[in-house]
């Protein structure tokens, strides 16, 4: 490793310890590696030259679209009706509020494509209503900071757009295929602990709804749910691309917020999509600042040493993947998803496609893996705005989220090492 990769690393950590922004750490560190660069780099051209190009993609105006459909659906009335119609559906198993929070967060993060979205807008509606129940506060916190993270891997999520980017050319359609299967397993995952708690605390199970009832409040939520069946009804149909999917995701999310369940004001569009604006201006810095920061280290030849080092220490592909597996656990925990998938992708790919795992696993092993981190310590986002929704602190809901966490460990090893998990959907559809 050259000077220059040595300085790259150390003023990125150097700033991140100081707490600036994650993207001004990742553009000021590559900057300060040019500048010491032993080829004398041009760092203001360069980087001006990598930061435009990251942003050079047609895939990637799906992301501001997929973030204003994700706003009108937080904003529209959609949580409430999911979290009726789940509890209809499911609420008199054993857990049933418990498991009428994974199954809401599942649903409503497959429409929003944000983990932090999905914990505010149904957080604020299960968690009272479970400790009313009897559920402890804390252990409610949890399973909705830990559910919401299915919403990363379960269509539309920005982050498999961003992996697709980053990976040089994986079809964001097979990866949004992909996410079903691995994120229905980690929801099922989750469900199972929640019944296992329930059980073991003897909570009473709810009476068994009419079934006049419980068609009444799947019906009312069929309209919210028609978006998943249009995105990826459109896109196994050939209609329209991934990113064409987002303005169709708008579109239909605007009718229905307000012109269906009326919960949006045309007034407050204004509003929505300032929101919208920041959000989408936040997420493509870091992927401006981050395309360069890989371009640098793919110069220094940083994913090669990486590469070399990992395999001298076993060739066992099972003991590769689960060192990488737990390296990305720890970046997880410390950094955003978003950095974290330019940065470390055009690291650890190569390693895995030479044990033989395809760009399509690998990419939602590493979503999976990542999603870990949103409800992890000390950074995950999703965690701090569940103790704000769950009036509660991080230390607090720390041990009724172990048996969470194992639960999410267990469906990354499932994903890890069975592929057919993450390859079959897309296979059959012929997108893969």
Known sequence: MEFSGLILILVFFLLLILNVPISF???ISTA??????????????TISQRMVGGLDSFALLAIPLFVLSGLLMGRGGVARKL?????ALIGMLPGGLALVNVMSCTLFGSISGSAVATTSAIGSFIIPEMEKKGYDRNFATAVTACASTTGMIIPPSNILIIYAIASGGVSVSALFVAGYLPGLLLASLL???CAGYAIKKGFPTEARLPLSFVVKKVVAAVPSLMLIFIIIGGILGGIFTATEAGAI???????LAVLVYKEVKVGELKEILLKAGEIS??????????????????YENIPEIISKTLMTISENPLIILLIINLILIIVGAFMDMTPAVLIFTPIFLPVAESLGMSP????????LNLSIGLCSPPVGAVLFVGCSVGNTTI???IKPMVPLYIAMFIALMLVTYIPAISEFLPKAFGLY
């Open 360 to 367: 399509l696993h690998f990419g939602i092993m590493m979503v």
């Open 249 to 255: 995701a708008v579109f239909y999310s605007l009718i």
């Open 281 to 298: 201006a936040i997420v493509l810095l870091l992927i401006a600042a981050s395309s360069a920061m890989s371009w640098m280290l793919s």
């Open 25 to 27: 750490c990742i553009g």
């Open 83 to 87: 979290i009726d119609c789940a509890m």
């Open 191 to 193: 469900m199972i602990v």
């Open 32 to 45: 300060v590696a040019m500048l010491f660069s032993i080829d004398f780099i041009p760092a203001t051209t």
């Open 395 to 397: 230390d607090k809901i």
